[in-house]
């Protein structure tokens, strides 16, 4: 059984910045495609960042792209998400997400394994 255990998140101040970590265990993590979404109260969980099992070819959602990265170690079988210039409409739980395809995928169904999330607040 695949668990993902995510950490990191917190109260942040506009503009700073945080590192959230998704360690996974069960099988290693160079099997899986990874991806973190959010969902913020009375919204929809959206798609933020995705990686392939290699770690190349890094998909982001236009809201992120260029203040987020996400990052993988295979070896520590961890996924990282640095996320800066950090916004109040960032605030959301975060959740890390596995998938068995090959391509760094955006939706949410396309992920059979999901953490159970980090909060991260933005304050103004």
């Known amino acids: 059984q695949v668990q993902l255990v995510e950490s990191g998140g917190g109260l942040v101040q506009t503009g700073n910045s945080v590192r959230l970590s998704c360690a996974v265990s069960g099988r290693t993590l160079v099997t899986y495609t990874m991806g973190w979404f959010r969902q913020a109260p009375g919204k929809e969980r959206e798609f933020v960042a995705a990686i392939r099992r290699s770690g190349g070819g890094p998909s982001y959602a236009d809201s992120v792209q260029g203040r987020f990265t996400i990052s993988r170690d295979n070896a520590k079988n961890t996924v990282y998400l640095q996320m800066n210039s950090l916004k109040p409409e960032d605030t959301a739980v975060y959740y890390c997400?596995?998938?068995?395809?090959?391509?760094?995928?955006?939706?949410?169904?396309?992920?059979?394994?999901w953490g159970q999330g980090t909060q991260v607040t933005v304050s103004s």
């Open positions: 997400a596995a998938s068995s395809l090959i391509v760094a995928v955006t939706s949410a169904d396309r992920y059979a394994y």
